[in-house]
């Protein structure tokens, strides 16, 4: 039943990709040309500069409820722009600000963040062996061994410890605000102290 569920979630997962070919195609194709790439950066480095009131200027935001977007894989975070733009992820502030970006700005918003150093930040200490424990047992076949990620699945290592334990909450409470069966199935059995643990490992991930 639950490798059943967990081959659905993959269908569904790559459909979700597979909806913006436009705009993931474009990332691409940016990606195999330097030249290229490097003015889409420059581009979304300047279209970001309302982003940067809240996910810093170079996607390492200052709040705690506020991802760090610096370093992510650039199509996850085109896939969140669109999720947003869609109103499949909730937030009041990102739905409305993501309808007014163009496809193009979306693509350049996403290599720019991504292109950026990520950030790390400050643990408890005595959550982290836990946390490391748990998050082998459980999410580095798909989030990697560092929790780098990859062309799929989100960076981990580093995030924003409250962001992170708000965002792996929310999937395992099954809330609506974000829906996401593969992560729904990877956190059904987290307590909420190992999701401090968890979060506490990854927020001292380089
Ligand atoms: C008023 C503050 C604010 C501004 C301005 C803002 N964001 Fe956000 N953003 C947030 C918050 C808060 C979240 C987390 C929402 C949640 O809890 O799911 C978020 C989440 C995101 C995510 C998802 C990251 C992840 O790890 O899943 C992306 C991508 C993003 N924002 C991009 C942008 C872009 C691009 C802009 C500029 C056009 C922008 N944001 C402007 C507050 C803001
Ligand atoms: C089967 C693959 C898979 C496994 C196993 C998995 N994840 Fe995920 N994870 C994903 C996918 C896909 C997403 C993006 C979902 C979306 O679009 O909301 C994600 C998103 C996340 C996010 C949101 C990142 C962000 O920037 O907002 C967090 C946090 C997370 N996973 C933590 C975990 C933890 C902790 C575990 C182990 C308990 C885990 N994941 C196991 C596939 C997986």
């Given at each position: 039943m639950r490798s059943l569920l967990a081959a659905a979630g993959l269908v569904f997962a790559s459909f979700s990709v597979l909806a913006q070919p436009g705009t993931l195609e474009r990332l691409k194709t940016l990606q195999a040309d330097p030249v290229a790439l490097k003015a889409a950066v420059e581009a979304g480095r300047k279209a970001s500069f309302f982003c940067a009131?809240?996910?810093?200027?170079?996607?390492?935001?200052?709040?705690?409820e506020v991802p760090n977007l610096?370093?992510?894989?650039p199509s996850y975070l085109l896939e969140q722009i669109r999720k947003f733009g869609s109103g499949e992820r909730k937030d009041q502030f990102m739905e409305g600000l993501i309808k007014v970006l163009k496809d193009e700005e979306r693509v350049q918003i996403a290599l720019f963040f991504a292109s950026q150093g990520a950030a790390r930040s400050k643990a408890d200490a005595g959550q982290v062996a836990r946390g490391k424990e748990l998050f082998a047992k459980l999410?580095?076949?798909?989030?990697g061994d560092g929790a780098h990620g990859n062309d799929q699945y989100p960076r981990?290592?580093?995030?924003n410890l409250v962001y992170l334990q708000t965002s792996i909450t929310r999937y395992r409470d099954g809330t609506g605000v974000r829906n996401n069966q593969l992560m729904s199935i990877a956190t059904a059995t987290l307590k909420n102290d190992d999701i401090v643990a968890i979060g506490n490992y990854l927020t001292q991930l380089p």
């Amino acid at each position: 039943m639950r490798s059943l569920l967990a081959a659905a979630g993959l269908v569904f997962a790559s459909f979700s990709v597979l909806a913006q070919p436009g705009t993931l195609e474009r990332l691409k194709t940016l990606q195999a040309d330097p030249v290229a790439l490097k003015a889409a950066v420059e581009a979304g480095r300047k279209a970001s500069f309302f982003c940067a009131n809240c996910h810093g200027e170079t996607g390492i935001s200052k709040m705690p409820e506020v991802p760090n977007l610096a370093g992510q894989n650039p199509s996850y975070l085109l896939e969140q722009i669109r999720k947003f733009g869609s109103g499949e992820r909730k937030d009041q502030f990102m739905e409305g600000l993501i309808k007014v970006l163009k496809d193009e700005e979306r693509v350049q918003i996403a290599l720019f963040f991504a292109s950026q150093g990520a950030a790390r930040s400050k643990a408890d200490a005595g959550q982290v062996a836990r946390g490391k424990e748990l998050f082998a047992k459980l999410c580095t076949r798909c989030h990697g061994d560092g929790a780098h990620g990859n062309d799929q699945y989100p960076r981990l290592a580093g995030q924003n410890l409250v962001y992170l334990q708000t965002s792996i909450t929310r999937y395992r409470d099954g809330t609506g605000v974000r829906n996401n069966q593969l992560m729904s199935i990877a956190t059904a059995t987290l307590k909420n102290d190992d999701i401090v643990a968890i979060g506490n490992y990854l927020t001292q991930l380089p």
